[in-house]
């Protein structure tokens, strides 16, 4: 007796749903099952197409060397393919080794998206060559992507009417037009800008004013000149990047102007060891405080600090009224740090007053330590943290390997907890392991 074809005997709808997750090669060919099956694939609501270098996140990489440009017939097949869709296609994601005479194949293609009336999602990631997308507008787009290409917006660009999500990286695009791609998007609630390139001689300039905006990530380069967020009401999570390593000093204003006018609303700020590096301690307003912050991540290179960057940590402390949860992920990434080391040592044992967050409402304390060499740097937070928060709770001990310096951890907390006194739980986990070990 002959197995019942239960997959056949499920929803259209229901089918078509699992196509849709399934890598192209891979749907095309359920073609072949049945005549009933012929077209289905045609009704699947995603594509994913492309090598996807940096980030693995594409579905389907067939047919795409990234060693050698592809020819233009593939671009031809993809048209063919977006053609063939019979229902609504809602979410396209395209990753491709352009050279500079497919760009006009590409906007065809584009042309065609916007026939199709119903993308929601778009990604399109131009690999190696920054050739100009002319974007149109697809008045449907929920969320849009683009990385590593230049953008020009048409005379008639009328922006996205229910775009909620833009992520802009390593792009080029001239400051009107940026402007225009940003503040035509009424609805925007999360803007994530890295990596921008200069177009032509004018570096990047963004005055932020959106009034439904809630998470911000932004990466400041040399090429950036000015970024402040001037209006964002909603905006409760930010992170802050800087890609700047040399001549920092002259990047400090700018650093600071981002992360001050984030200072009223939100109540989730990352920063990482660029941003803290470019602070300057003199330029810092000692009176603001950053009423609404609960959760505070800093990447922090302490064998690489200095007594200006020490107290740019401290001023972030007292400035963070209410903090409950602070993250630091620690980089011991700098060289001859012999002296740096006992500085820094010296300056974390010290005990200080005066702290909101320490004496009232700072309960955990997580210290990823990102390689080995930060096992020093780690026990010196942890025992500034035990000799100053008052109401801490919980400090996280987390690395990644060389479990062998484990027994060594273990009884440098034990002696933290007795010198100090700290009534917090003190616990190591093991991220590559995901085990968690109590210090008693």
């Known amino acids: 007796m002959e197995e019942a074809d239960r997959i056949s005997s499920l929803p259209q709808d229901v089918i078509v749903s699992i196509l849709s997750r399934l890598p192209l090669k891979d749907a095309i060919r359920t073609s072949a099952l049945a005549r009933s099956w012929r077209h289905l694939w045609t009704f699947r609501s995603r594509l994913s197409l492309g090598t996807y270098l940096y980030f693995d996140r594409l579905g389907d990489t067939s047919g795409i060397n990234a060693d050698y440009p592809v020819a233009s017939s593939w671009i031809e097949r993809v048209h063919h393919v977006v053609s063939s ?10 990753s491709h080794r352009f050279s500079s005479d497919q760009f006009a ?43 590593r290409c230049r953008v020009v917006l048409p005379a008639d660009f009328q922006g996205f009417d229910r775009l909620s999500s833009l992520t802009l990286h390593n792009i080029q695009i001239s400051n009107d037009d940026l402007d225009l791609l940003i503040h035509s998007s009424n609805n925007l609630t999360a803007f994530e800008g890295m ?84 602070l300057s301690i003199a330029a810092l307003p000692l009176n603001l405080t950053f009423p609404r912050v609960r959760q505070l991540k800093l990447v922090p290179c302490i064998r690489a600090m200095d007594n200006r960057m020490y107290d740019v940590f401290i001023w972030l402390l007292r400035s963070m009224l209410f903090l409950e949860k602070l993250t630091l992920k620690v980089s011991d990434n700098a060289s001859n740090t012999e002296w740096v080391d006992v500085r820094m040592i010296e300056l974390f044992s010290m005990k200080h007053d005066g702290f909101s967050c320490l004496d009232k409402t700072l309960k955990s304390v997580k210290i990823d330590m990102v390689d080995l060499n930060g096992v020093v740097t ?19 001990v987390a690395y990644w390997l060389g479990s062998e310096v484990e027994p060594n951890m273990i009884e440098e907390l034990q002696k933290a907890k007795a010198t100090t006194s700290s009534k917090a739980n003190v616990v190591i986990l093991r991220q590559k392991e995901n085990v968690t070990v109590n210090v008693k």
């Not at 019979?86 to 395209?94: N, Q, S, W």
């Not at 778009?122 to 100009?132: A, K, P, Q, S």
């Not at 780690?378 to 996280?396: P, S």
């Open 85 to 94: 869709l019979r229902g609504p296609l809602l979410h396209f994601e395209l």
């Open 105 to 147: 194949l590409l906007q065809c293609l584009l042309d065609l998206l916007i026939q199709k009336g119903s993308v929601e999602r778009l990604l399109l990631f131009c690999l190696f060559d920054r050739g100009v997308i002319h974007l149109p507008s697809f008045h449907s787009l929920k969320r849009l992507e683009l990385r």
């Open 195 to 278: 990596n921008f390139g200069a177009f032509g001689d004018r570096p990047v300039s963004i005055k932020l004013s959106l009034p439904f905006l809630r998470y911000l990530e932004f990466g400041l380069n040399r090429f950036v000149e000015k970024v402040e967020v001037v209006s964002a009401p909603c905006l409760k999570q930010a992170k802050i990047r800087s890609f700047i390593f040399s001549n920092y000093h002259q990047f400090a204003s700018m650093n600071l102007e981002l992360v001050t006018s984030t200072a009223v609303t939100v109540s989730s700020l990352s920063l990482d060891f660029g941003v803290l590096r470019c």
């Open 378 to 396: 780690g026990m010196t937070l942890v025992r500034f943290f035990m000799l100053n928060a008052r109401a801490l709770k919980l400090i996280k």
